[in-house]
């Protein structure tokens, strides 16, 4: 046998080469929204420029979740089937579909009533809260819907509009960062806003530690939800399996690079919000939304906030909007205390504190 030169090229074979299916990437939809002027009242003038804002000031703003980085094929594929499988009522104008038996929303809202013991979301009418809030879901029409404007189902309907009229983005203190204040009084059981972003897996919480702040839970492993799609009347059998596999997985709202008003909102352990999950137009991870929703009446002026987590506050936290019962920094003594306070003061169990109020990274 000739052996080839060490400086001959090797043969090229022949054989035809199995053509692999090009993979194509699932391109986010943007819809935009307004974007908020950040004022800026620092005594040290010189910090007050755009200029010398910090990175995590600037972002793009969007009324609807787009897909980011790191998503598992199981969430990926969910979210394509429930684009092609939405749950968009057509009753046309001057019905509300609570009044009509065959509306699909209705009976979506419904089912979830009934088997999860979650009252609907109504418009005008306050939701009424739970102290494991971010568990009790929900769904509500969507803007693409057919039905009337004033729709008893489109619980939602304001929370994307007028933010330039409701909401004012502003510093006064460099330790506390931008905060959101209300420029009008909001009564107890309001939605409030969303928690717009990016929607992200695990993974793209590591590329540093701003996202990972910065972000929510979005889906974390709903045992509940699960056993819910499994039974729904109005869920076509096709569907049931790779929804229930979606979410089984843990996923995020990343709002860095993309996102709305809710990312400024500070933390406090005495909230005036509390978080939601909210299906709109389907019931994939693609449709499902992160909603703060009023615990007490607002008054004008004052500032928005709900609470982070203990696990957050451990370990991120440096001020707080409730001072008198949160940590100071690098005091070991204080922290403690703290901790114990907070948990007296939310009466919350391990598994809500940890799970149900969730900034990001709390596995």
């Known amino acids: 046998m000739k052996l080839r030169p060490r400086n001959q090229p090797p043969r090229v074979s022949r054989a035809k080469t199995m053509k692999q299916k090009a993979i194509v990437p699932i391109k986010p939809t943007i819809v935009a929204g307004k974007t908020l002027p950040l004022f800026s009242r620092l005594k040290d003038f010189g910090k ?62 419904k089912q979830f009533q009934k088997e999860l013991n979650v009252p609907p979301v109504l418009r005008k009418k306050a939701v009424k809260l739970d102290e494991n809030q971010y568990w009790r879901i929900q769904f509500c029409c969507g803007p693409k819907c057919q039905c009337s404007d004033d729709c008893s189902l489109k619980g939602l309907d304001e929370i994307d509009k007028d933010h330039d009229q409701k909401f004012e983005i502003y510093r006064e203190e460099e330790r506390m960062g931008f905060c959101v204040s209300t420029k009008k009084y909001i009564a107890k059981g309001t ?125 991120h936290i440096e001020n707080c909007m409730c001072p008198e019962v949160c940590m100071k920094k690098n005091n070991k003594e204080s922290k403690m205390n703290t901790v114990g306070a907070q948990r007296a003061v939310r ?12 900034r990001s990274f709390f596995r």
């Open 191 to 315: 939605p409030v806003m969303s928690f717009n972003g990016e929607i992200v897996g695990k993974r793209a919480l590591k590329k540093g530690s701003d996202a990972e702040q910065y972000s929510l839970r979005l889906i974390d492993q709903d045992q509940a939800l699960i056993k819910f799609l499994k039974n729904a009347k109005f869920l076509a059998k096709d569907l049931v399996r790779p929804f229930a596999t979606a979410f089984d997985r843990v996923v995020f709202i990343n709002p860095l690079k993309y996102g709305n008003v809710g990312r400024f909102l500070s933390h406090s352990c005495r909230p005036n919000l509390e978080m939601m999950r909210i299906f709109q137009g389907g019931v994939s991870p693609g449709h499902m939304r992160i909603v703060f929703i009023a615990n007490r009446n607002i008054k004008a002026g004052e500032n928005l906030c709900f609470d982070y987590g203990e696990s957050y506050v451990e370990n």
């Open 48 to 109: 007050n420029l755009v200029s010398n804002f910090p990175g995590t000031a600037f972002f793009t703003s969007i009324l609807v979740n787009i897909l980011g980085d790191y998503l598992s094929k199981a969430v990926t594929d969910a979210i394509n089937l429930g684009n092609q499988n939405p749950i968009c009522c057509s009753c046309g104008p001057g019905v509300s579909c609570m009044e009509n038996p065959n509306c699909a929303c209705a009976i979506a809202s």
């Open 347 to 358: 009466n919350q169990t391990q598994e809500t504190s940890m799970m149900g109020r969730l």
